[in-house]
Antibody, heavy 123, light 107 residues
């Protein structure tokens, strides 16, 4: 069965950096676009970034553009999110999510989600 | 960027009621619209994609409709396990924006 397991969250000071990982199994990772979505405490869902299956282009929310970098290692079935220049506004649970469509570069709905990893930015 | 606006923000209804949640896009998105359910303390779950296609395993009391800018999620007969926050999301192109959510409670 499909499994997405995030890791790498924790407490970091404002201005600091953190790298999140999402280990995927149970599906063809190299054929699947992948997303990061976050949810601040008590708030709604915010899409963060998308990386197509072939890594051809990277897409970011304006709120993280220039600070966050999405990447993937298909040999390890792992998705990453490098987060730099963190602020308190970045405090959230970060989910990785699998795109529904295989071999599709433009994104679709998200059919599987991980359980998330909590990032807390605080001094 | 296209904004997604849901209404109402919260809703209280009785078991067995028909419940409707609306999602409006600030520009046309054809049928590139998904609905998710997030129960308290749980991970979001895909309910509907392509505006009206039920995801596998989702109960048939859930349905979606709409195209262009106006979309609807309907629960035909509300059940206690449907207590959750519901989100719409556009996916015609990045950014893949979510609506602000509709919190559904049982009266």
């Amino acid at each position: 069965q499909v499994q997405l397991v995030e890791s790498g969250g924790g407490v970091v000071q404002p201005g600091g950096s953190l790298r999140l990982s999402c280990a995927a199994s149970g599906f063809s990772f190299s054929s699947s676009g992948m997303h990061w979505v976050r949810q601040a405490p008590g708030k709604g869902l915010e899409w963060v970034a998308f990386l197509p299956y072939d890594g051809s282009k990277k897409y970011y929310a304006d709120s993280v553009k220039g600070r966050f970098t999405i990447s993937r290692d298909n040999s390890k079935n792992t998705l990453y999110l490098q987060m730099n220049s963190l602020s308190t506004d970045d405090t959230a649970v970060y989910y990785c999510a699998k795109d529904c469509l295989r071999n599709w570069n433009y994104g679709s709905s998200f059919d599987y989600w991980g359980h998330g990893t909590l990032v807390t930015v605080s001094s | 960027d296209i904004q997604m606006t849901q209404s109402p923000s919260s809703l209280s209804a009785s078991v067995g009621d028909r419940v409707t949640i609306t999602c409006r896009a600030s520009q046309g998105i054809s049928n590139y619209l998904a609905w998710y359910q997030q129960k308290p303390g749980k991970v979001p779950k895909l309910l509907i994609y392509a505006a009206s296609t039920l995801q596998s395993g989702v109960p048939s009391r859930f349905s979606g409709s709409g195209s262009g800018t106006d979309f609807t999620l309907t629960i035909s007969s509300l059940q206690p396990e449907d207590v959750a926050t519901y989100y719409c999301q556009k996916y015609n192109s990045a950014p893949f924006t979510f609506g602000q959510g509709t919190k559904l409670e049982i009266k």
